[in-house]
């Protein structure tokens, strides 16, 4: 959808975009040649349009966990409420029972994630998201590892996927 | 007075960028994937899931690389019967690393992400109207999967579609425009029935609807073709079926129904056991039937036929 100001004949820009209000969005555009300001405030059925998109309205804000194109995740309140549930009992195959006594000796301790490995959980989508954590947190304490770094996950990728 | 296409850019909405660039991870993702194979139907429990992961178990004791995508996101069963329900997603330094099963296959389902008690559900600004705009999400969705799952290099990435001939098109069009090139296109169809009438019928819609795109449409597989009977080790009618209908596409095989494969099913356990059962040899002709038609030039095989606007005989 585009804005054109009729009086100058010019393109208008997207200049905000307000937060939603009960399925509403205020866009607000303005033209570049006169100053005159209009705001779009879509009903929501529109608003549903573009979500069921996938897509955001104007720019990212830059906050990646909340805004790129990957991670700002229209499904985000898909998972059914009291998500993420618990994974990995028996995952895949076979645990060693020195992993299993790990793990217990482990289960009442946070594990910390490095920055790198965040922005990695980052990246993916927001749906997959908590159940990753959870996972790789499990494969951790079963490691006897209460740290997640790049190498940690490269290990899971090994172990559990393609 | 400017019109839409005087107009350079979207004045900042950027929506158009970013279905761009949703459709340019896809074309990433999927640039290992030497074939896109969607086994649909149009009925439903006609065995589509079953089928789906017992011919991925066939190819990849073959050899292949094989991926499975379960597209029925309302009714996902392969995380149970490819046991992965309890699936780990790592991420990678971009993209989310496939679960696999022990033999090796690659599985996405939502399955193994949603309890089988609970339903897809998802956020909406119109709760209440999810007829008007739940397809469209539901296809972001699979734009979402195929955008930010590593598939790597993989022989075939089976979809398992959900039931429903008008889902079958929606799926063959979205999936079609990924294709390499018209000439050699990339996705490939197979139908699944059963030996009932009903069932014929509403596949034969699928035939029909498919025929009206350019869509490469191998053919179909008769499932529950029979009942295997083990201790008698004889195949017996299932269905009291008068004369079938004709498709007017290629029978790729028949498979009988097999209670053991529905056992191993409900279990998650792969293919591996039935190999060299009745029905297992059943599904490996299948596969092999399957591969030599996908090697086939498309010119040669049941699209002609279909886009030549072929209504199935009946």
Known sequence: MKFLCVPCDSPMTLQSVGPPDRGSLSVVYSCPECGYEMAMLTNAYETQVVQSLGVRIGPATGDRTETSSTSKCPFSAMIPPGAPKPLGEGVTSERSSDGARQAASTEAMPVRWTAAAEARLANIPEFVRPMARTGIERFAREQGVLEVDEKMLDEARDFFGM | ?314
């Open chain 2, 1 to 314: 007075m400017k019109g839409y296409y005087d107009i350079i850019g979207d004045g900042g909405s950027q929506i158009l960028d970013q279905v761009a660039e949703q459709r340019a991870r896809i074309t990433d993702g999927l640039a290992g994937v030497r074939h896109l194979v969607a086994i649909g139907s149009g009925k439903g429990g006609v065995g589509k899931s079953t089928l789906t992961l017992q011919l991925a178990g066939a190819l990849r004791a073959r050899g292949l690389r094989v991926g499975v995508l379960d597209a029925d996101f309302n009714g996902p069963s392969l995380a149970r019967m490819a046991g992965v329900q309890q699936a780990t997603f790592v991420p990678g330094s971009d993209k989310v690393s496939l679960p696999r099963t022990a033999s090796g296959i690659g599985v996405f389902s939502m399955g193994s992400l949603i309890p089988e008690s609970e339903a897809l559900d998802f956020e909406s600004a119109a709760r209440g109207e999810s007829h008007t705009w739940r397809a469209t999400r539901e296809f972001a969705l699979l734009g979402e999967i195929l955008g930010s799952f590593d598939w790597g290099a993989l022989d075939l990435l089976m979809f398992d579609l959900p039931p429903g001939a008008e889902r079958t098109v929606q799926y063959a069009d979205f999936l079609g425009s990924f294709d390499r090139a018209q000439d050699s296109p990339r996705t490939s169809f197979v139908l699944v029935t059963i030996p009932s009438q009903v069932a014929r019928g509403v596949v034969a819609r699928s035939v029909a609807a498919l025929a009206k795109g350019p869509h490469r449409l191998l053919g179909y597989v008769e499932n529950m073709s029979g009942y295997y009977c083990r201790d008698c080790d004889a195949l017996k009618p299932l269905f009291i079926s008068s004369e079938a209908s004709d498709l007017g596409i290629p029978c790729l095989g028949t498979v009988p129904f097999d209670p053991e494969l529905a056992r191993q099913c409900d279990m998650g356990i792969p293919f591996d056991g039935l190999q060299e059962s009745f029905v297992g040899r059943a599904i490996s002709r299948v596969a092999q039937r399957l591969l030599e038609d996908l090697d086939k030039p498309a010119s040669a095989d049941a699209t002609r036929e279909s886009r030549a606007g072929k209504e199935p005989r009946r």
